[in-house]
């Protein structure tokens, strides 16, 4: 499956923005998708998750409670709506996908074979 990400900008810190990203076929039951970051200097890390199947979401403790994700099959895209934005939210922005939904390895970069270009989330003070 190929991913496009988008819906990355500019915005001051509290505001809201949404990002989504677009799927090349079907992926609610065959895929896990995901959202990552990379911040300047920083390893690339997780930030939610939505299972196949289940369709149950999971977050970085960093983002719980701001960031909510869901998936839309009629459209193929997934989205990540992000509330109350801070500073340090401030990152390159990925949508991966997998084939697997091993809870425990949720959360795992590598574990994700499928990946788009990011978007920069930038959030001044």
């Known amino acids: 499956v190929q991913l496009q990400a988008f819906g990355g900008g500019l915005v001051q810190a509290r505001d809201s923005l949404r990002l989504s990203c677009a799927t090349s076929?079907?992926?609610?039951?065959?895929?896990?998708m995901g959202w990552f970051r990379q911040g300047p200097g920083k390893q690339r890390e997780f930030v939610a998750a939505?299972?196949?199947?289940?369709?149950?979401?999971h977050y970085a403790d960093s983002v719980k409670g701001r960031f909510t994700m869901s998936r839309d099959n009629a459209k193929n895209t997934v989205y990540l709506q992000m509330n109350s934005l801070k500073p340090e939210d401030t990152a390159v922005y990925y949508c991966?996908?997998?084939?697997?939904?091993?809870?425990?390895?949720?959360?795992?970069?590598?574990?994700?074979?499928?990946w788009g270009q990011g978007t920069l989330v930038t959030v001044s003070s």
């Open positions: 939505v299972r196949r199947g289940s369709g149950t979401t």
């Open positions: 991966a996908g997998r084939r697997t939904g091993i809870l425990s390895t949720l959360r795992d970069v590598a574990q994700y074979s499928n």
């Open positions: 076929e079907r992926t609610g039951s065959a895929y896990t």
